[in-house]
T-cell receptor, first 113, second 114 residues
């Protein structure tokens, strides 16, 4: 079983739409969680961390459900510039290999005018 | 943002050749990583390093090797390239004392082996 599972999409939405991505992780002892963004043929970049209480950064809201081992990302008022692949990323439990991350395969989003 | 560089950006090479992909960063980061990513697929960790003279293999079985003689450089070498090595290779680093989530990625090397 993969460490991180994501629906690969693609999601095609009009400008202004609200879109939500989900992912699940396999190791219940995982410590921390993130969303990265990867533009076509570019490197991944950290978008935001995901905290247990949920957190918001402008139009982006991240949620974590530890009981269900489920992470979500909500994008409100989608912009053309939001078109990218969104990677769900998990940091393994303390005591395992330090400083490594597990990446999902990403969910592709296309926002059209 | 960290300055992390990879060369070459694109490489097309024949089977059996030895190649070295360069990765360097100018910020004195201790932790460095190599990932392999095929189109539409997840990143797979192939090597990592916690500092000079420290290297470890990652999850994905890889025929590549790495070295970390200097903090700034973390080159990856394929002794004999094969078509199955065709992929994108991404290098990343983490500032000293920083959490692993703050991985800064280089632009990547797209390798095609004919």
């Amino acid at each position: 079983r993969k460490e991180v599972e994501q629906d690969p999409g693609p999601f095609n939405v009009p400008e202004g739409a609200t879109v939500a991505f989900n992912c699940t992780y396999s190791n219940s002892a995982s410590q921390s969680f993130f969303w990265y963004r990867q533009d076509c043929r570019k490197e991944p970049k950290l978008l935001m961390s995901v905290y247990s209480s949920g957190n918001e950064d402008g139009r982006f809201t991240a949620q974590l459900n530890r009981a269900s081992q489920y992470i979500s990302l909500l994008i409100r008022d989608s912009k053309l510039s939001d078109s990218a692949t969104y990677l769900c990323v998990v940091n393994p439990p303390r005591g395992s290999t330090l400083g490594r991350l597990y990446f999902g395969r990403g969910t592709q989003l296309t926002v059209w005018p | 943002e960290a300055d992390i560089y990879q060369t070459p950006r694109y490489l097309v090479i024949g089977t059996g050749k030895k190649i070295t992909l360069e990765c360097s960063q100018t910020m004195g980061h201790d932790k460095m990583y190599w990932y392999q990513q095929d189109p539409g697929m997840e990143l797979h960790l192939i090597h990592y390093s916690y500092g000079v003279n420290s290297t470890e293999k990652g999850d994905l079985s890889s025929e590549s090797t790495v070295s970390r003689i200097r903090t700034e450089h973390f080159p990856l070498t394929l002794e004999s390239a094969r078509p199955s090595h065709t992929s994108q290779y991404l290098c990343a680093s983490v500032p000293a004392g920083g959490p692993s989530d703050t991985q800064y990625f280089g632009p990547g090397t797209r390798l095609t082996v004919l």
